[in-house]
């Protein structure tokens, strides 16, 4: 018991090094836990894919659209249940710097693919029966002060023009790890335009989301429709809506690599501190541990007193770098919502910080216990230091 | 008289675990500031090596892409007689109308379906070799006007599955055959496919052309050929100088990497100034005495300030050259990522300018400087008396 009195003592005995250390291990931790939340949330869209949804695409790649005489087809293979489709709109909101999604959608049949957007009964009516009707998610209209009724002109970068909407609905995620910046409207008025200005674009769509019946046929489904269209004009590839976002994050798989990467080098160079700080402590200490040796103290209790000190102070520091990093992801969502719209600190990103504590801890021990271990008590007690 | 520069020098070398530990975190440091910085004037370097100032790109107007642009073959024609447009040694028209598509391919080394990148396809003309100079075929031979051949880039050849010699891919119902390998260089066309252009619109049914490029026919005659394009009635395109549209390209990525590497290093800075002041506060606290006996002799407060200064911002100078040694290293590395703003594949290399080091140094000295100046001050406040009296 004596033994922890002491190391509690010793950790903080030189308050000014001690509460530099924490602080440096608080930012260090509080880094790399958003960090790792950057690069969860870049997997939100896979953890958000449902199961029982596949998504079919032009073969060639995803700008090629694919008729929308495909539906009917896809409807008749066993085990589709729903069929919807789409097209990615790319419209810009006043300026580019105003990025959000917006696609153009069958309302119907898209809605009732996604139970976890959560529409007002009385607004989803005005929504389908209006053709110009739009549905922003919650976070998006909140962003730009939109109420449902407001006109809002998008400016298109693929179809060309200025194209207005009318906000009808404004849809809630079931929880929070639903994507709340989206736009959705009624593909049949893109489709309108299009006939207008090149007619020969016309009743195309961009992707289907399919819905199966049961997750596990979802693999012979989406063979199934991929066979149907074999050695047509537009052949199709279809997923897993899970197989499908990851797709589009192995693109920027290097960004994410080197986010990751980094995200290791400030447990680094936390570490190369934390080492110095317990080099000095016990080189200052070198006396102290000979004089305990002396009374008989053994090589067991001096590894105690150092390591003990070292998770005394990392654990200190570790506290209060995660209790930070709540309140910072809450700061960072805010300022960063249209980059990652679902940003929240997991179970395992603490986990990871505990571990990632336990590790500092332990490396940064473990020369000066050597050190003190070692030292001859002559040696010791000769030194001043 | 000041205190020698070897006073400094020596004291770090006396404590050198502790001089290595807080180097070594500053060396980090400054090794994330340079790659993230290098990586950014990489893609830029990149696209801008890309263009060539003569020549004049015209796409659909608001379009951001060329993927995106839509461009009649009826104001292809007209674009083509404009008098800025430069003639070729045949007399004909120096301008390519080309045709850009996107397709997916499987990257090297990945087994799953998942791993597929977007790669640019370009359906060029006859002229499209002769207006860029940076294109050199490195194996095989050039793709015959009109056939089912392609050349592909050296940078695709080497990241993607099924692109070497001879080998097919099949898009739109046919099957092309890989003729040749070019080399661009460090340009962004390293990263894409070319074929013929009417082969290529046919095979997509894109009855469309993407972009022209033109050589002007001499280069302040860019303003008047803007001009003529931006307020014909027949159409809607704009034209930019290829060097504009390809700097353009990198502005969002270049960004967000700058913005992801600066507030890195501010965060990670935090932890390696509170090194150095760890440092330097134990190296005031354990020479009391030692301060004290420099004062008795003669030296000034500011003296000390120096000294102790001095030695932390040889902390940071030796961080800097070791964070940027490493980081020299990298340019060895070339990345390939899909460019948000042309949703495409592009290979670019970590590029190590002057301004990157002048800066890196800057902001290791800067860390020096922060983490020394409260123990320094602390070093110059101390008493003569109370100072030789400690042990």
Redesign the interface.
């Known amino acids: 018991m004596m033994l922890f009195k002491i190391l509690f003592r010793n950790a903080f005995h030189n308050k000014l090094r001690s509460s530099l250390t924490i602080l440096g291990i608080a930012v260090a931790i509080l880094a790399f836990g958003l960090l790792r939340t950057v690069i969860s949330s870049f997997y939100a869209g896979v953890e958000a894919a449902s199961t029982m949804r596949l998504v079919t695409r032009n073969a060639i790649s995803i700008i090629f659209p694919l008729p929308i005489s495909y539906t009917e087809k896809i409807r008749q293979i066993n085990g589709v249940k729903t069929v919807s489709y789409g097209n990615w709109f790319g419209g810009i909101y006043i300026n580019e710097r105003n990025f959000f999604p917006n696609f153009c959608v069958d309302p119907t049949t898209y809605f009732a693919l996604y139970p976890e957007f959560v529409l007002d009964e009385a607004q989803k009516k005005s929504f389908l029966t209006d053709r110009k009707g739009a549905v922003a998610g919650r976070k998006l209209a909140a962003k730009y002060g939109w109420r449902a009724g407001d006109t809002i002109t998008l400016k298109g970068t693929i179809y060309p023009g200025t194209w207005d909407f009318v906000l009808r609905a404004i849809y809630k995620g079931r929880d929070n790890t639903v994507d709340e910046t989206q736009f959705f409207f009624h593909w049949a008025y893109l489709n309108e335009g299009v006939k207008r200005i090149w007619p020969g674009y016309a009743d195309k769509v961009g992707f289907y989301m399919v819905g199966v019946t049961r997750p596990d046929i979802a693999p012979e489904v989406a063979f199934q429709i991929d066979e149907s269209f074999k050695n047509s004009l537009a052949e199709t590839l279809t997923e897993t809506e899970k197989a499908f976002n990851l797709g589009f994050i192995a693109m920027s798989e290097a960004i994410v690599t080197a986010i990751q990467m980094v995200s290791f080098v400030v447990i680094f160079i936390i570490m190369a501190v934390v080492a110095n700080t317990m080099a000095m402590t016990t080189r200052e200490r070198t006396g102290d541990y000979a004089i305990m040796k002396t009374l008989g103290f053994g090589a067991k209790d001096i590894i105690i007193l150092i390591f003990g000190e070292a998770l005394v102070i990392t654990f200190t520091g570790s506290l209060m770098g995660i209790v930070l990093t709540f309140p910072a992801a809450k700061i960072f969502s805010r300022e960063l919502g249209t980059f990652f719209p679902v940003f929240l600190v997991s179970a395992k990103t603490i986990y990871m910080d505990i571990a990632a504590a336990f590790l500092i801890a332990f490396l940064a021990a473990i020369i000066p216990t050597h050190h003190a271990i070692r030292i001859r008590i002559a040696d010791g007690l000769r030194r001043i230091g | 008289m000041a205190i020698p520069f070897s006073y400094s020098f020596r004291n770090l070398w006396k404590r050198r ?2 001089t290595i ?2 180097v ?2 500053m060396t ?2 400054v ?2 500031f340079a790659t993230v910085l290098m ?1 950014a004037a990489g893609l830029q370097k990149t696209l801008v090596e890309t263009g060539s100032p003569d020549n004049v790109v015209v796409v ?5 892409s060329e ?2 642009s ?1 461009i009649e073959r009826k104001a292809a024609s007209i674009v083509e007689m404009l008098p800025e447009v430069a003639a070729g040694n045949r007399g004909q028209p120096m301008i390519a109308k080309e045709c850009v ?4 391919l499987k ?1 090297k080394g ?1 087994g ?7 790669v640019v396809v370009r359906g060029i003309g006859t002229e499209s070799m002769e207006l860029r100079h940076q294109v050199r075929l490195t194996a095989g031979r050039m793709l015959r006007p009109g056939s089912s051949e392609v050349v592909v880039g050296n940078s695709i050849a080497k990241g993607f599955q099924g692109v070497g010699l001879q080998q097919t891919l099949t ?3 046919r099957t092309w055959t890989v003729v040749g390998i070019f080399d661009a260089g460090n340009t962004g066309f390293s990263s894409e496919i070319w074929g013929d252009g009417d082969q290529v619109m046919q095979a ?2 894109r ?1 469309v052309y993407s972009s022209l490029i033109f050589k002007l026919k001499s280069p302040d005659a860019f303003d008047a050929a803007k001009t003529a394009i931006e307020n014909d009635p027949r159409f ?1 395109l704009e034209a930019r100088r290829e060097t504009t549209y390809y700097r353009d390209q990198s502005r969002v990525m270049a960004k967000f990497l700058r913005i ?1 590497g600066l507030s ?1 290093t501010i ?2 800075s ?3 100034i ?2 150095a ?3 330097m ?2 190296a005031v606290a354990n020479r009391t005495a030692e301060i004290g006996t420099l004062r008795a002799l003669g030296f000034r407060r500011r003296n000390i300030l120096l000294a102790f200064l001095v030695e932390s911002l040889l902390l940071g100078f030796i961080g800097g050259c070791a964070g940027l040694f490493f980081a020299s290293f990298m340019q060895f590395i070339t ?4 460019n ?1 703003q042309t ?1 495409s ?1 592009l290979a670019f290399k970590f590029t190590l300018t002057p301004g990157i080091i002048l800066q890196s140094m800057i902001f290791a000295l800067g860390m020096g400087l922060i983490g020394g100046v409260l123990p320094a001050l602390r070093a110059s406040r101390l008493k003569i008396v109370d100072a030789l009296r400690a ?1």
């Open positions: 675990l502790t530990l807080t070594s975190g980090l440091v090794f994330v990586m659909r107007k608001a379009s951001s993927v995106m839509t598509v996107l397709i997916a990257k990945a799953q379906s998942s791993s597929h990148s977007n898009w739109g119902m997509f049914r009855p809607t992801l890195l965060i990670f935090t932890g390696a509170i090194g002041m760890i440092t506060y134990s990345i390939s990522t899909v948000f949703f594949e042990t």
